[in-house]
């Protein structure tokens, strides 16, 4: 009787312990399950609060003033050009932020649709060139979704826009000398400047909203993508009146 007591006792117990095992692993699943929708439900945020900034209701409500000026005076092929442009632009935009990751490709492309968009707003106050590093696989090679437009809108709505004519927009991808696991992007501008441009600022607080989403979005890829995101702005032309601005982001796959 003794000994049975003890076998019904020590199988009790392994019952207990798997019963505690199979809840050990049911609580850790569900916490790792809840702690991903969470990481979802962010991005997910952050994307969205990325695409406002980027749509923004000034920047569209433009874009369809141009369009009806080139019809009102009957070019034709401005507007369709225009439209064309801006139905893409909207459709890379919208395809952009259903992913976390883009590649070069798809980003130059949706860059400079935006950019022909914001040139025809302001005609003949900048060129622009985008140059991609022979090193660089376009098509394979990524880069944060949603990341570079906010940038490229700062520089030419507050360092191009108060030109009359001359601005200069450069972006250029090139891999860091240091490994092949870090994509560098510079966007620069002969611009106005930081200064310059931080005295004629509006109380909108457009340019505070780009870089909160920009601060959010290392954060999120640090934490969750193992991307370390620095970016670093600084005067292009220190010693002029007009500065000018460089931006510099370092993504970087962290092993």
Sequence with gaps: MGIRARSDWFYAACLGVFGLLIYGIYHHRLNRLKAEMETTRRFQSLELRSLRQQLNPHFISNAMNAIREYIQREEADAAAKYLTDFSLMMRLFLESSRHRFTTVTDETDMLRRYINLEQLRFPGRFTYQITIDQDIDPDMDEVPSLLLQPIVENAINHGLRPLSNGGELN???????????????TISDNGVGRKISALRETPSGHVSRATQILADRQNLLAENDRIELSVNTADLYPE???????VTLRIEAVT
């Excluded at 002029?240 to 460089?246: A, M, P």
């Design 171 to 185: 972006i250029n991808f090139r891999l860091d000398s240091d490994g092949d696991d870090v994509l560098i992007c």
């Design 240 to 246: 002029r009146k007009h500065t000018g601005t460089e």
